[in-house]
Every structure is written in C-alpha cells, then in structure tokens.
C-alpha cells in the first residue's frame, strides 16, 4: 500500500507536489502548537483557538494563528502605518509580530497594547484592570515573598490586551523546572499592565493555587480541588484577588465579572475557608509579621 502512495505521489506536478508539502508542513506547525495547548489549557484550547481565529478575521486564518503564537491575549493588530491612522502611535522598543503577506515574505504588525494615544471604545472597561498606589518596591517584595516561601515561579511575559495572566504546576512543563524540590508553580503575568493590575492579576492566579484548583501542595498546605467545574474556580480566585484588592485600598474594575460568575456558580461547591485561607496566604501579612 506504501509503494502505491509512493508511486502516486511521484506522478503530481511539481506545483501539486509544492502545495501538499506545504500543506504538511502548515499543518505540522498549527497541529504541533494545538497540541501544546491542550497540555497547558486543556479542553478549553479548542475554543480559545476557534474564537481566536474569528475574532482575527481581518487576518487569514494562518496569520491569526501566527498572531496567537507570538502574543497570547492580542485583542486587536494593525501595521503600524493603520495604527497612526487613527491617531495611535507605537510605544518605542516595541516588539513586531510577524506574519506572512500575499505575494511577498512577511509584514510587521503592532498589538494594541503596544500602541498608544487616542482611546479606544471600551478600552478602559477591561475586567482585569485595578486602580490605586503599589509602589514597585512593595511589588518586587510580593514577588520575591512568593518565589522563596510559595514556591511559585513567576514570569511577565509580553501578553495582548485580553490575556491578564495564567496558572499551572510546574510538572506540566518540566523543561521549565530548574530544581523540582523548590519550584512546583507557574505563574505568567502580563508586563505591559500596570503594577496594580499586574498585582490583581498575580492574586486571582495564586488563588487558584492556593484553593488547589491546580493540584494538592506537596507539603499538604491544601489539598487537591482541580475537579471543580470551571465557573467555581473562577469564582474562588477572583474572590480571592477582590478581597486582597480591596483590603489593599486598591479599586479593582471585576466588580461586574465577579457578580456574572456567581450567576453560573452551584455556590454549595464553592468554599469561603478555601477562598479567606488563599488570600490570607496571597497578602503575606503573617509571613512578614504584619
């Protein structure tokens, strides 16, 4: 049967020939990058990669997957040229995302948040920002706190408007794992948000450690909640990033999103211990004697 396929695949035009191997190569390449996302995301990686590509629909689909591989999260692209166009510059040091142009090699296009200037409907209605005073100083000491005593890795990654941060052992990415005895966490936070979105961000992802949404902790500091349905987990961890936002006198703009989740929420399964516990352990008051 081999030598059959063999001999009819020798029997195309060169130009047939070309477009198959093309065609292999770009599904090897999509195919490759969906599978890696159902290891990170799980089933939720099919939806997020079909809604990705219809809301990029000034793009082929193969761009809109070039776009999604280079910046998670983009909520809207243009070519630089179409961003001055109405009346947004690019921030300097800004970093392209590259795609394929019809009948030519590439073309350079900028993501939202790399812009800035004349606002944008709806820009400042983000459910993920917070407002308020977090000096950089009181922000690297959170990190460094919960790098050394939470055992998480904490990464800022250049993420798209949309994409406020993610959560995820360690176990699921072992290249990532420099020692497996002190690192057991994941957590990637969008760079290009403020201090205190990135730190209502940071506190919505370590609730979802600290409720076990992620798995058991190996030193039995919370046991293992990931079977729960995915409106509670939300629910939970942004309780969590609420109520250490709010008793950090920061305003947060979830307000709304916390109130639509519990809508879809069977708040018999959602627990208030694990919610106060996590964000007891997200402020670290009683590690530094506060």
């Known amino acids: 049967m081999k030598g059959k396929q063999t001999d009819l695949f020798a029997e195309l035009s060169a130009s047939t020939r070309r477009r198959l191997q093309s065609f292999a190569e770009c599904a090897a390449a999509i195919d490759g990058l969906f599978q890696d996302a159902l290891r990170t995301e799980g089933p939720s990686a099919f939806s997020s990669f079909i809604d990705f590509a219809r809301r990029m629909s000034n793009l082929s689909v193969y761009n809109a997957m070039l776009v999604r591989v280079q910046r998670p ?43 800035e200037g004349f606002p944008l409907p709806g820009e400042h209605q983000n459910p993920f920002v917070a407002y308020g005073e977090l ?114 006198e920061l305003g947060v703009a979830s307000n709304q999103y916390l109130a639509e989740l519990i809508k879809d929420v069977d708040l018999k399964s959602v627990s208030l211990y694990a919610i106060f516990e996590a964000a007891n352990r997200v402020e670290t008051r009683m590690a530094e004697g506060h």
């Not at 109405?86 to 392209?96: D, E, F, M, W």
């Not at 590259?98 to 350079?108: E, I, T």
Request: hydrophobic share 40%.
């Open 73 to 115: 999260g983009a909520a809207a692209v243009a070519t630089e040229k179409k961003w001055n166009g109405i009346q947004r510059t690019v921030k300097p040091g800004a970093i392209p995302i590259v795609v394929l142009r019809p009948f030519g090699p590439v073309s350079f296009l900028y993501e939202v948040a790399d812009t």
């Open 135 to 248: 000096s950089e100083v009181e922000w690297a000491r959170l990190l460094k706190h919960h790098r050394e005593k939470s055992s998480v890795r904490i990464e800022e990654r250049n993420f798209g408007m949309l994409l406020a941060g993610n959560a995820r052992p360690l176990q699921t990415v072992p290249s990532l794992i420099p020692n497996q005895s002190q690192m057991e966490w994941l957590i990637q936070l969008n760079q290009n948000h403020d201090v205190p979105t990135r730190f209502a961000t940071l506190a919505h992802e370590l609730g979802h450690i600290f409720c076990g949404h992620c798995g058991p902790d190996p030193k039995g500091r919370w046991p293992d909640r990931s079977s729960l349905p995915h409106a509670v987990k939300e629910c939970e961890a942004e309780a969590v990033s609420f109520l250490a936002c709010a008793r950090r």
